[in-house]
């Protein structure tokens, strides 16, 4: 599929959380591909205005529609969805990617950076897809992508409430993808390992100074343990998984899980 193809042109696209990281990179390949793109997420006012004129220059505005919804808050969101369909003319595809983290041994998991976990890692998934849906479904066009992880399929420890929320989303991914199996939509679930992100890299450092080893050797062997490839996979390998599971020829892939992982679900 050439992005010079312009596969999605004339469509609406939401991607929560995309003001960086995976998020951005999903935005940034649909408006490659002719797609019109809001962005949601928080960070620095300049690092925001950064991604809306680029995204915007891909799709040859000024700047891309942003808003600004807490994903913990179902009316806000509700609100963003809304304000999509306004701003883009339709809301063909939603990307469901908001998400963060805390690790912590479970007896000393503070409550609320578990309910914030399931709020804006889980919940969020519900209620912008309830909102989307509707519209979706009159139309007899759309595609619901779920950005779970490999943690949707395996746990690891300390990451009792990421694991939850994430096996959540796969979960309610596949019910979705029941109810819709009758019409032109679908819903599936990415799940990637560790992504080379700015977030994700800034872990490194860290490891080694409390292990003592270099930064090559924390990243392979603490990092990366359970990726046998030992590499970091890239934002791009999966924003390209995204594009193919919205454009055309993925109408049969709906309610699939689907692993970039380097060789995790493997082992």
Not at 216 to 239: C, F, H, N, Y
Request: with cysteine; proline share 5%.
């Amino acid at each position: 599929m050439s992005l010079a193809d312009k596969v999605l042109a004339g469509q609406g696209a939401l991607v929560t959380g995309s003001t960086s990281g995976i998020g951005l990179g999903i935005a940034r390949i649909f408006a490659q591909a002719g797609a019109k793109v809001m962005l949601n997420g928080f960070g620095k006012p300049e690092e925001i205005a950064a991604a809306r004129a680029e995204i915007g220059a891909l799709m040859g505005v000024t700047e891309a529609p942003y808003s600004s919804a807490d994903m913990s808050k179902p009316a806000e969101i509700r609100a963003m969805v809304a304000e999509a369909q306004a701003a883009l003319g339709s809301l063909d595809i939603l990307v469901n990617n908001a998400g963060i983290q805390f690790v912590a041994p479970v007896q000393d998991f503070p409550e609320e950076k578990w309910d914030a976990i399931i709020a804006i890692n889980m919940s969020s998934n519900y209620h912008a897809i309830k909102a989307a849906l509707p519209a979706m479904l009159a139309r007899s066009r759309g595609r619901i992508i779920n950005v779970a992880s490999a943690h949707g399929l395996v746990a690891s420890p300390y990451k009792s409430a990421y694991v939850a929320a994430k096996h959540g989303v796969v979960g309610i991914t596949k019910s979705i993808a029941l109810e819709v199996a009758q019409s032109p939509i679908t819903c599936n679930a990415i799940c990637p390992g560790f992504v080379r992100t700015p977030l994700a890299e800034a872990q490194v450092a860290p490891l080694a100074a409390k292990f003592g080893i270099s930064e090559e050797s924390a990243l392979r062997d603490r990092l990366l343990e359970k990726q046998p490839s030992k590499r970091w996979i890239e934002v791009e390998d999966v924003a390209r998984m995204a594009l193919y599971l919205v454009g055309p020829g993925s109408g049969s892939v709906n309610g699939a899980a689907l692993s970039i992982d380097g060789g995790w679900l493997a082992a």
